[in-house]
């Protein structure tokens, strides 16, 4: 992920569909994706590339994940199924902290 920030890698995890009853939605799958260039997942998700938000433009913030991007990333979680029948999904990113050391 040349054009991407060090470190950071991204994950597609799915929350149930309803929320309990504090409003919070629970997380029922997380898979973390295969690396892939930053730039394809700014064109899958309408991204301007150039944006001045660095949050915008890395893509720093969860997105919502509707069914012709699931199927687009599906090859990148290493086997399993991005159901957005059964789970709401959002693109996640995190920092792996034992890359970092």
Same mark, same amino acid.
């Given at each position: 992920?040349?054009d991407d920030?060090?470190?950071v890698k991204?994950a597609v ?7 309990? +009853?504090?409003?919070?939605?629970v ?7 295969? &690396?892939?260039?930053l730039?394809?997942?700014q064109?899958l998700f309408d991204?301007d &590339? +150039?944006? &001045?938000d660095p949050?915008?433009?890395f893509?720093i913030r969860?997105l +919502?994940i509707?069914?012709?991007?699931a199927?687009?990333? +599906? &090859?990148?979680?290493?086997g399993?199924q991005?159901?957005?029948?059964k ?9 792996d ?5």
């Amino acid at each position: 992920m040349s054009d991407d920030l060090e470190g950071v890698k991204r994950a597609v995890a799915g929350y149930k569909k309803y929320a309990k +009853e504090d409003g919070h939605h629970v997380l029922e799958v997380d898979y973390e994706l295969k &690396p892939m260039e930053l730039s394809f997942l700014q064109e899958l998700f309408d991204v301007d &590339p +150039e944006d &001045p938000d660095p949050a915008v433009r890395f893509m720093i913030r969860p997105l +919502e994940i509707n069914a012709k991007q699931a199927k687009a990333l +599906e &090859p990148f979680v290493q086997g399993q199924q991005i159901d957005v029948e059964k789970y709401d999904f959002m693109l996640e990113c995190f920092v792996d902290e034992q890359d970092s050391e």
